[in-house]
């Protein structure tokens, strides 16, 4: 089972660690992390770099495709060439999925016409840009594309990626075996449950950051 992650520029770290620490352990998965070009890429995280081994030129098929999102993920929109290799690359998978903003990805690379997904809250509506429905769920699937919400629900659709290829019990035997079981400090994780207060100056600095798309 080939599991291919797409690495780029200002991507989100734990878009695709998250997922990244669940599907490198399902038995016969080989996992590979695809740039434009291969070698070190620059994450939004304050300079914490990874490390792409392939450049898509050496990947023509995947099983599965991962695409994690970024503060700047619309702007892959100026790099037609990624783009068509997604499309190329999503003919080949059993699943192609996002998490967070990677859905604008997949909507600008065409896949999400006419099909429902969900997105980080501040982007959702962004989601018509490209024709799609857009869901307020934390993990949508629809066809063969499974898109989560913002960042932290990357592992949640790991967890279920697993379960639907090797079963619920080595899905939850991964869940125990990563101790994934939140109780965070606050209860302000969502729109619906921060406060009025936080969620506005929040709101406004995410826009400001994606504006400048």
């Given at each position: 089972m080939q599991i291919v992650f797409l690495f780029y520029d200002g991507m989100t770290v734990l878009d695709a660690i998250g997922p990244h620490e669940i599907l490198w352990r399902l038995p016969g998965a080989?996992?590979?992390?695809?740039?434009h070009r291969s070698g070190p890429i620059r994450s939004e995280s304050c300079g914490l770099a990874l490390n792409a081994e392939y450049a898509l030129s050496e990947i023509s098929r995947a099983d599965i495709l991962v695409v994690p999102g970024a503060g700047n993920a619309a702007a892959l929109r100026e790099y037609p060439e990624i783009l068509a290799w997604i499309r190329a690359i999503h003919e080949s998978t059993t699943w192609t999925t996002s998490v967070c903003t990677g859905s604008l990805?997949?909507?600008?690379?065409?896949?999400?016409?006419?099909?429902?997904?969900?997105?980080?809250?501040?982007?959702?509506?962004?989601?018509?840009?490209?024709?799609?429905?857009?869901?307020?769920?934390?993990?949508?699937?629809?066809?063969?594309?499974?898109?989560?919400?913002?960042?932290?629900?990357?592992?949640?659709?790991?967890?279920?990626l697993a379960a639907k290829i090797s079963g619920q019990q080595a899905a939850e035997t991964l869940q125990l075996g990563i101790e994934y079981d939140p109780a965070p400090?606050?209860?302000?994780?969502?729109?619906?449950?921060?406060?009025?207060?936080?969620?506005?100056?929040?709101?406004?600095?995410?826009?400001?950051k994606f504006e400048k798309e």
């Open positions: 080989t996992v590979q992390r695809v740039a990805i997949l909507g600008a690379a065409g896949l999400l016409t006419g099909l429902r997904a969900t997105s980080h809250w501040a982007v959702l509506d962004r989601l018509h840009t490209w024709g799609a429905e857009p869901v307020k769920q934390r993990i949508v699937e629809d066809g063969k594309i499974i898109t989560a919400a913002g960042v932290s629900a990357g592992i949640d659709m790991a967890l279920m400090p606050f209860d302000s994780g969502s729109p619906e449950k921060a406060s009025p207060e936080i969620l506005e100056a929040l709101r406004a600095r995410l826009m400001m």
